[in-house]
Nanobody, 123 residues
């Protein structure tokens, strides 16, 4: 359904671009989000984008460094990550928000999840 890719090992200060491609159904009318989970920590909200792409939301920890975008024609959502820090190391997940909810910061409001892609930032 959702396939995340683009993770890898990068040095602090570097950049990565994550992709989340949908298959089997379209998510063009869904709010899409990115979450991350570091070892031993709970999954946390990173960013979300409205169905049209016109509105975006970010966690304070990534604001100004990460950019979420989408291409509905390609059924794909992106997360451009710049100025990466070691504390950004985590498995990153993309997800689709349940219709009719506005709780985009809560993982429990998402009902479709990708498998995750690992981002490791070395110091």
């Amino acid at each position: 359904q959702l396939q995340a890719s683009g993770g890898g090992l990068v040095q602090a200060g570097g950049s990565l671009r994550l992709s989340c491609a949908a298959s089997g159904r379209t998510f063009g009318n869904s709010v899409m989000g990115w979450f991350r989970q570091a070892p031993g920590k709970e999954r946390e909200f990173v960013a979300a984008i409205s169905s049209s792409g016109g509105t975006t939301f970010y966690a304070d920890s990534v604001k100004g460094r990460f950019t979420i975008s989408r291409d509905n024609a390609k059924n794909t959502v992106y997360l451009q990550m710049n100025s990466l820090k070691p504390e950004d190391t985590a498995v990153y997940y993309c997800a689709a928000l349940k219709h009719g909810t506005s709780g985009y910061r809560s993982q429990y409001e998402y009902n479709y999840w990708g498998q995750g892609t690992l981002v490791t930032v070395s110091s």
